[in-house]
């Protein structure tokens, strides 16, 4: 028997009417909306099992885990703005609580869709999706860029530009280590544990907004002042993977590097290129900039100047000194240099493309509109098939 979003709603709707004032008192769409999201993560869970990935069961999420409750339509359990009249203050109407005041952050733009509301800790925050947004594109600066993704500086661009990497966790560290060591000496299941784990939540959190904020801020500098911006395609999930142990024959394991990588995956995590990439995407795409992701293998060891690469050419972290002509340059801006050829390459190969397949877009459309006219003028997509007895225009 399988179990899927249909089944389990239509019994939603008698469990809500056998219990009126507790399930039937909240929002039946926020309840089928959580649904949704249970049957997509066990269909992707099946989708990982048939291709061969590995499949990650879906995790139970319990009182302490779900924290996100989406209501898919404004109005329609919860009402964005619920007191417009108000003179100062912003309210949020949700079903079974009542009109709950938000402080809003900037101003909503467009028409809002949808409404989640996500617990962080002790915080409580309202998240909106708007539809009819107005763009906001910036005008073009006639620049281009690459960066290269580093720690000891977070961005390095091809003009020789230097963004720093504010090392949010290790500046936490020694406050959370001792939040970590409190935690463990605490019995499971009594309040004390409940406060310990709220005092080493905090600290992350905290480190988590950080590292959002500097991220938002680097990206939209460099969406400012560039039209284009070229970056390595980094999968850094697989750059952050613990190495293998490697069996000794004896029972044991040779020494693999394991500590050393484990400071350095550390020191990634904390510079959080995965979220500085998204982040830039997104504002490259509402800016109406220009992103694209280039191949990152031996960018850093090819020579700016003459092409040659070789693994020799890195002396050190932060000086690349070639071996075949002696060109000596900063590491990061010797791969952001070799990053914006790639991207400028990529570019071009796109744009030649593009015009290799124009001419056969405007002989269809030259086509369709011989079409149309034979046709009176009908569009493409509703002409019929021609009845027994009609002659077929030539």
Request: proline fraction near 5%.
């Amino acid at each position: 028997m399988r179990v899927r979003y249909g089944g389990q709603s239509a019994e939603l709707k008698h469990i809500r009417a056998d219990d009126l004032h507790g399930q039937g008192r909240w929002s039946f769409s926020s309840q089928q909306a959580t649904l949704r999201r249970l049957n997509k993560a066990f269909r992707a869970f099946f989708d990982r099992l048939k291709a061969g990935r590995t499949p990650g069961f879906p995790r139970f999420k319990g009182r302490g885990w779900f924290d996100t409750v989406e209501w898919p339509k404004d109005g329609d359990g919860c009402r964005w703005d619920s007191q417009p009249h108000h003179p100062t203050a912003t309210y949020v109407r949700l079903q079974g609580i009542g009109h709950v005041r938000v402080h809003p952050h900037r101003r909503v733009l467009g028409t809002v869709k949808t409404i989640s509301v996500k617990r962080e800790g002790a915080r409580w925050f309202v998240v909106l999706s708007c539809d009819d947004e107005p763009a906001g594109t910036l005008p073009a600066v006639g620049a281009v860029a690459g960066i290269d993704l580093g720690v000891a500086s977070l961005v390095t661009t091809s003009d020789g530009e230097h963004l720093a990497n504010p090392r949010h966790l290790a500046v936490t560290a020694g406050r959370l280590a001792a939040a970590q060591r409190d935690l463990a000496r605490k019995k499971r299941g009594n309040k004390r544990r409940r406060n310990a784990v709220a005092r080493v939540a905090a600290p992350h959190a905290k480190v988590r907004r950080q590292r959002l904020d500097s991220a938002h801020k680097a990206a939209l500098r460099l969406v400012r002042d560039h039209d284009m911006i070229a970056h390595e395609a980094l999968k850094v999930t697989n750059m952050t993977k613990r190495p293998a142990p490697e069996p000794d024959g004896n029972g044991g394991h040779l020494p693999n590097g394991a500590a050393a990588k484990s400071g350095l995956n550390r020191s990634i995590l904390d510079a959080g290129w995965g979220v500085f990439l998204t982040v830039l995407s997104h504002n490259a795409e509402s800016a109406g900039r220009e992103l694209i992701a280039v191949n990152p293998a031996n960018t850093s060891r090819t020579c700016a100047e003459c092409g040659h690469c070789a693994k020799d050419n890195r002396t050190a972290q932060a000086v690349f000194r070639c071996t075949a002509c002696g060109h000596t340059a900063h590491a990061d801006l010797n791969a952001a240099i070799n990053i914006l050829r790639a991207g400028l390459a990529l570019r071009d190969a796109a744009q030649a493309a593009q015009r290799k397949a124009a001419p056969f877009r405007e002989r269809r459309s030259h086509r369709e509109r011989v079409l149309r006219r034979g046709l009176g003028g009908g569009a493409v997509g509703a002409i019929r098939p021609w009845s027994r007895g009609q002659v077929r225009p030539r």
